[in-house]
């Protein structure tokens, strides 16, 4: 080559195989480096109403970290997602067959058992058995249900297993091409991260966040593989239309079956048992959520922490939900807009939550994240004895973030008069006071109006019937 000759184009050549081959990394990586980036980035943002109130993290992660990894939550529908995309692949593969042959239907029932395993969350929220591949060893399940779930899973083995051996001549052939093409190196490490979450184990963050994210990593991986070794398309335009029509129709349907399922297990927002048989909390409960949660737990007692009869606040489910109660004899009672009254509503609901005729208790307000994790922190404090700082930590994780600073200056009002020796021995409750100092709680300024309100009106009748 003489000098000042242009170089061969095998750079060029070199990206374009990198970027036909490696963009399963470099997605793969992205992923792994949003999951990384959760794991350090602590929130530190003011709370607008209470600026002046200082909000520490007692958790040992970031607060959105526990929130991300909850059965059902973000993590898991990332995985459904990705598992129902594989089942929509695989049938198309199952459909073309081309060299790989009927090993497609072997990859169809990984991915329909991918897509059952991600779309039933584990554990459940409130007790209940679930609908998973788990039920077949539980015991204390329906047989019926155990038997359905047991002959699915039978079905699905036998669409892994019977192609795989009446192929076994040719499986030599695709190994040798899977591993040309670079599949293999998908597959194997896919098959790594997928048992990394069936074993639970190495766990990286808070229990479950770093093994569903090693699920979406392989189940993407799989994913992949799958996508390159698609036969070719037919060449009439109308065949590939349907081929694509039915796949996504199917990827569309799967998906949503999945939310369905998912929503079943969790019929209630928020839902989350606090002690077995005993109390549960949830968002504002309605329809059929209802209906499926009192079925399933047969609650015997309601209490609303929503202050309903707040102009503009008001619940448009509430009607529906105290008609709820009343046709199925439930004791519901409502959080007062009085705040001469508040105190006397919280020892009420303390009494219901430790009296065995009262349970099972549900206790909920609009979102189930303000006013009731509170309430569960103080029933943990006050009930169950717990230390502060583990009661406000498992407030950040069942909401994902911090506290709000009312909950500081709710917690300084009311704890010391529930539990005033273990409030004065309990180092966060010192700690709490120093965050909140200087800040007027305005519940005060409230009590107090409404006292002097009534002085007022007293003194008027007084007057009146002199």
């Not at 242009?6 to 992205?30: F, I, T």
């Not at 229990?207 to 060449?235: D, E, K, N, Q």
């Not at 015997?300 to 105290?322: M, Y």
């Not at 950040?396 to 021995?425: F, W």
Request: charged share 20%; aromatic share 8%.
């Amino acid at each position: 080559m003489r000098p000042g000759t242009a170089s061969p184009a095998r750079p060029r050549a070199g990206l374009s195989r990198w970027l036909a081959h490696g963009w399963p990394w470099a997605v793969l990586l992205l992923a792994m480096g949003v999951g990384a980036w959760h794991l350090v980035d602590f929130p530190n943002d003011v709370d607008q109403e209470f600026p002046e109130v200082v909000r520490p993290t007692f958790s040992a992660f970031p607060p959105a970290t526990y929130r991300l990894a909850e059965p059902g939550d973000t993590l898991d529908r990332v995985a459904m997602y990705l598992a129902s995309a594989c089942v929509a692949v695989a049938g198309v593969g199952a459909i073309r067959r081309g060299p790989a042959g009927s090993l497609w239907i072997s990859g169809l029932g990984l991915a329909l058992a991918a897509f059952w395993f991600t779309a039933n969350p584990w554990p459940t929220f409130d007790g209940w058995h679930g609908l998973g591949w788990r039920v077949i060893g539980d015991a204390e399940a329906p047989a019926a249900l155990r038997a359905a779930v047991g002959l699915a899973a039978v079905i699905v083995g036998a669409m892994i297993a019977v192609p795989i051996a009446t192929g076994r001549r040719a499986l030599p052939l695709v190994i040798a091409r899977v591993r040309r093409d670079g599949r293999g190196t998908l597959l194997g490490t896919a098959a790594v991260l997928i048992a990394v979450r069936l074993a639970g184990w190495p766990e990286v963050g808070p229990p479950g966040y770093g093994t569903r994210w090693a699920l979406i990593g392989g189940l993407w991986l799989f994913l992949s593989a799958m996508l390159r070794a698609l036969p070719p398309w037919p060449p009439r335009r109308l065949a590939r239309l349907a081929i694509g029509a039915a796949a996504a129709g199917l990827l569309v349907g799967l998906v949503q079956v999945g939310l369905g399922v998912i929503w079943y297990h969790r019929p209630l927002e928020r839902l989350r048992e606090i002690e077995p048989g005993r109390i549960y909390i949830s968002a504002m409960p309605h329809g059929r959520g209802l209906e499926l949660a009192h079925r399933r737990h047969g609650f015997k007692t309601i209490i609303n922490l929503f202050q309903e009869d707040l102009p503009g606040l008001r619940s448009p489910h509430l009607d529906a939900e105290i008609a709820f109660a009343k046709r199925h004899g439930i004791h519901y009672i409502r959080s007062p807009d009085s705040a001469e009254q508040a105190d006397d509503f919280l020892d009420e609901t303390l009494r219901l939550a430790t009296d065995p005729d009262a349970w099972p208790v549900l206790v909920h307000c609009h979102g189930c994240m303000d006013r009731t994790p509170a309430w569960w922190g103080i029933y943990q404090f006050v009930v169950q004895g717990k230390p502060l700082a583990e009661a406000i930590r498992s407030i950040e994780q069942h909401r994902g973030s911090r506290p709000k600073g009312s909950v500081t200056l709710l917690y300084n009002r009311v704890l010391p008069e529930l539990a005033p020796e273990r409030y004065r021995d309990d180092p966060t409750a010192a700690a709490l006071r120093a965050n909140a100092q200087g800040t007027v709680d305005p519940f005060l300024i409230r009590l107090a109006e409404e006292r002097r309100l009534a002085r007022e009106s007293s003194g008027t009748d007084d007057r009146n019937r002199e």
